[in-house]
């Protein structure tokens, strides 16, 4: 989960978070991005609002979307730029052959949560589950 609310009932924990990263199709140098086809990947408010933050150039483009598979539909089809999350990246490689990281390009942080009801937060089958999303969470991503 992205963005928990706190409820009474409920314990949050953060995970760790997800790295998304800018992908293009024709340049890995970050001012050579064209803002005429960068495309905005709104996947959440917080990264919306972290993305316009560090990258004010681009915070208002032609383009808004808020999936990453049509992100990578899009620039397969027309080409650009945009944000990915990491562990996506090689998929939308082979989609889009020419598609690279922008190397100079920040890296945006979505934290991820997770939320259990505290009548359940002790039962085996939960903090199993919740131990292999932290494992996963803190895992390094292999596709670097």
Do not use: W
Request: aromatic share 6%.
């Amino acid at each position: 989960m992205f963005a928990p609310q706190l409820l009474p009932d409920l314990e949050v924990m953060e995970l760790g978070a997800a790295e998304f990263v800018m992908v293009s199709t024709e340049t890995v140098h970050l001012d050579r991005v064209d803002s005429a086809t960068y495309v905005k990947a709104a996947y959440t408010t917080y990264l919306a609002r972290l993305h316009d933050q560090l990258l004010p150039d681009l915070a208002n483009p032609q383009l808004v979307i808020g999936s990453e598979d049509l992100g990578v539909e899009h620039l397969a089809c027309h080409g650009g730029a945009l944000y990915l999350p990491r562990f996506a990246v090689a998929l939308a490689q082979t989609r889009v052959g020419r598609l690279a990281i922008v190397e100079d390009a920040p890296v945006l942080l979505q934290p991820i949560f997770s939320v259990t009801h505290i009548r359940e937060r002790h039962d085996p089958l939960v903090v199993t589950a919740l131990r292999l999303l932290r494992e996963v969470a803190r895992a390094p991503d292999q596709s670097r």
